[in-house]
């Protein structure tokens, strides 16, 4: 399988994802919020630096839970902005 390359746009959400869960890492060790959420450290590290730009959403959910973050809030922070072209339905 063959995966479509991402767009700039969703490298820099990617990005925007690792910041905020380092942030919300806080002073805990990488090793102990990766042995929580059921990863590997090295995932961890990769996710935060931004070079997996788009995780697993069971990584991500994993991640969330471990860090006590609201997946609901967590997906607005990361959201596109709205550039107004879509039709309310």
């Known amino acids: 399988m063959v995966r479509t390359p991402l ?8 990005r925007a994802l690792g910041q905020i869960l380092r942030a919300a890492r806080g002073p805990r ?22 070079a997996i730009a788009a995780p697993a959403f ?5 991640l969330a839970r471990a860090l006590n ?9 990361l959201a596109p902005p709205s550039d107004g072209s879509q039709l309310a339905g």
């Open 58 to 62: 069971f990584t991500v959910s994993a």
């Open 29 to 50: 060790s990488a090793a102990s919020v990766s042995a929580e959420a059921g990863i590997s450290l090295d995932t961890l590290r990769k996710i935060e630096r931004g």
């Open 69 to 77: 973050l609201d997946l609901t809030d967590l997906a607005h922070r």
């Open 7 to 14: 767009t700039e746009d969703q490298r820099d959400r990617g």
